[in-house]
């Protein structure tokens, strides 16, 4: 799976849009975008993913650049509870070990009243 | 269950114990992966059950590192004579294949003093 850098942490205020960065310069052409976050003393929740096209959900969006080099998650409009480590993940979608996830150290994410 | 649940919640154990870990996974739910999360870290793949076979145990560190799962339902880890450096969160998560509805659990946190 491809190497994914982020930053290690970022505030936002209460209300604002929340974007987070990924570096994943060495994405093969088909590994896909995942993004998980953990909330303090749970486990990783499944946020959102994508292969090239942009995505958007309940939760968040998903913005791949047409290099497919970084992707940004948008949180639109952050809470308190959004406060977490997000980590970004690079992975394909079948064969070989695509059970596994490996997490990186993510970036936390504070989001201030 | 709605979730994946794990027990304990918290275990502190002296140095040279034994401990057993449980993870109950979502009903119906054919993967069970166990993780080993440190502090200030990004959880570990441990080892990867589909069904009550152990398809992939790469990432067990030790051979004091055990996992069952032997109906194809709840799993155990078992760690033998624990030291310190096994001190961290072990989280359980689930799919029904693959990365399809992935799920992990709130994880239990071993102390090892």
């Known amino acids: 799976d491809a190497k994914t850098t982020q930053p290690t942490s970022m505030d936002c205020a209460e209300g604002r849009a929340a974007n987070l960065p990924c570096n994943h310069s060495?994405?093969?052409?088909?590994?896909?975008v995942y993004w998980y976050r953990q909330i303090h003393s749970q486990g990783p929740q499944y946020i959102i993913h994508?292969?090239?096209n942009n995505e958007t959900n309940e939760m968040a969006s998903l913005i791949i650049t047409e290099d497919r080099k970084s992707s940004t998650l948008i949180l639109p409009h952050a809470t308190l509870r959004d406060t977490a480590v997000y980590y970004c993940?690079?992975?394909?979608?079948?064969?070989?070990?695509?059970?596994?996830?490996?997490f990186g150290k993510g970036t936390l994410l504070t989001v201030n009243p | 269950g709605a979730g994946v649940s794990q027990s304990p919640r918290y275990k502190v154990a002296k140095r040279g114990q034994d401990v057993a870990l449980r993870c109950d996974p979502i009903?119906?739910?054919?993967?069970l992966f166990w993780y080993q999360q440190a502090l200030g870290q990004g959880p570990e793949f441990l080892t990867y059950?589909?069904?009550?076979?152990?398809?992939?145990k790469s990432g067990l560190p030790s051979d004091r590192f055990f996992a069952e799962r032997p109906e194809g339902s709840v799993s155990t880890l078992k760690i033998q004579r624990t030291q310190q450096e096994d001190s961290a969160v072990y989280l359980c998560a689930s799919s029904l294949e693959g990365l399809l509805g992935y799920t992990f659990g709130s994880g239990t946190r071993l102390t090892v003093v």
């Open positions: 993940i690079v992975r394909g979608n079948s064969g070989g070990s695509n059970y596994k996830l490996t």
């Open positions: 060495t994405i093969s052409g088909n590994e896909y």
């Open positions: 994508g292969l090239k």
């Open positions: 009903s119906g739910h054919v993967s």
């Open positions: 059950f589909q069904n009550e076979a152990q398809l992939d």
